[in-house]
């Protein structure tokens, strides 16, 4: 279980949240290279994560997401059982964790640039809505989110074999389209791993977590990705 679910889901989680975490920190942050380059580069910047976190993690199916997990234990998709379930939870929140604390360590000077503001350094880590309106921003997370799953699913019933290449032009897609009044989590252990070590890096000035917030990037997801997979058996994906 070790090798086969534990590893490869943590490294494969870790290399997401390192370059999603890392692209978003070069585009925010004073003085990087890539300062102001937008939120389509933010976008792009995840989709090659996944892309990259999937070829990590292909041992263990590359969830890399808890919503993707619970999504296809709900399809009745999943070749893993319910006891296998925890497993890939705890990888995948500690991978994020470790991915975090990957893109602060590359980031480390421009953290401590006090040119950057608190909210700037926050949402290099973590999501936080446009408009805050918290039973809506959970409808956001969940119609991302259950895109997300749906769609994976879905490509089952393809004949190309792109793999993860599609999921990660699906992410880029979802966040293009959808991501702008949440920052599209879609991911619990993507919001809530990095914000546990935003919690306990000393970064200065960073200011307060956003813990307010921090239900909806999970709640969100989780209901999301289970009717995701529910509508992907109902339809006859799986």
Excluded at 36 to 47: A, E, V
Aim: proline share 7%.
């Amino acid at each position: 279980m070790f090798t086969d679910i534990f590893l490869p889901e943590l490294m494969g989680t870790a290399v997401l949240i390192v370059l999603g975490v890392g692209v978003v920190a070069n585009v925010l942050l004073p003085r990087t290279g890539g300062f102001g380059g937008g939120t389509l580069m933010i976008n792009f910047g995840w989709g090659l994560g996944v892309y990259a976190g999937v070829y990590v993690a292909v041992d263990s199916g590359a969830h890399l997401n808890p919503a993707v997990t619970l999504g296809l234990k709900a399809s009745g998709s999943a070749d893993f059982s319910w006891a296998d379930v925890p497993v890939y939870l705890v990888a995948q929140l500690l991978g994020a964790m470790l991915g975090a604390f990957l893109g602060w360590a590359a980031y480390k000077k421009h953290f401590d640039d006090p040119e950057a503001e608190a909210a700037t350094k926050l949402g290099v880590f973590c999501t936080a809505p446009s408009i805050p309106s918290h039973g809506w921003n959970v409808v956001t997370e969940v119609i991302g989110t259950f895109v997300l799953v749906f769609v994976i699913l879905s490509f089952g019933k393809t004949p190309t074999q792109v793999g993860p290449l599609a999921v990660a032009l699906l992410v880029v897609a979802i966040g293009a389209s959808l991501g702008g009044p949440t920052g599209y989590a879609i991911n619990p252990a993507r919001d809530l791993g990095p914000r546990l070590v935003h919690a306990l890096l000393p970064i200065p000035g960073k200011g307060d977590n956003g813990w307010s917030y921090a239900w909806v990037p999970i709640v969100g997801p989780v209901v999301g990705g289970v009717l995701g997979g529910l509508a992907a058996n109902a339809v006859g994906f799986v």
